[in-house]
């Protein structure tokens, strides 16, 4: 428990019947450090799928494991972790009664006008009315504020000068004095963990 990293792991396949801790009390300390760990448990008994299933274990597989159970169930981890992904990663915005939604990692940055805010991506220029601030409150952390009127998306920068970035696609965004020094520190520590 002492080297356990929250959040570094998506996914843990343990026994239940393990020595000098069990399974069970093993999940139990990982879910309160780590609520989103998706826990597997094997185990020859029955009996101990009431306990599992109060850790919030995604699955219980019964020994004698066989290819096909392991296979069958990791598929199932998988797909579900895509389709809770995929809804993650999605920016989602209702503008007039129309829902835009877009990829974060497609957006390669927000720019307010006025009473609107472009999104721009790659391929195309979307105007929503919204402030940079309302946008800004529900962006993944690897969004970040630049310039009064910019938030830009650090993981699609290629190169960042002193006063601007610039982005995988050539696009270049100001980076304004009174957001430079904290925007240094963001962008190296992004950076950092590549």
Do not use: W
Not at 32 to 55: P, R, S
């Amino acid at each position: 428990m002492k080297q356990y990293f929250p959040n570094k792991y998506s996914l843990l396949i343990s026994d239940i019947s393990m020595k000098p801790m069990d399974g069970i009390d093993l999940a139990k300390n990982l879910r309160k450090v780590d609520k989103n760990l998706t826990i597997i448990f094997l185990t020859g008994f029955t009996c101990h799928m009431e306990k599992a299933f109060g850790v919030h274990a995604f699955q219980y597989i019964i020994k004698p494991v066989s290819k096909q159970d392991v296979h069958k169930v990791l598929d199932e981890f998988y797909q579900y972790n895509s389709e809770k992904t995929d809804q993650a990663l999605l920016f989602v915005y209702n503008d007039k009664g129309k829902d835009i939604k877009i990829k974060f990692n497609k957006i390669l940055y927000f720019e307010q006008m006025r009473n609107t805010t472009k999104i721009i991506t790659n391929k195309e220029e979307i105007n929503i009315y919204s402030t940079l601030k309302n946008i800004k409150d529900n962006l993944p952390n690897y969004f970040y504020q630049c310039h009064r009127s910019f938030v830009v998306n650090i993981s699609r920068i290629s190169k960042r000068e002193k006063e601007s970035c610039i982005l995988d696609n050539g696009f270049v965004v100001p980076i304004g004095r009174k957001y430079f020094r904290d925007f240094k520190v963001e962008y190296f520590d992004y950076v950092s963990k590549l």
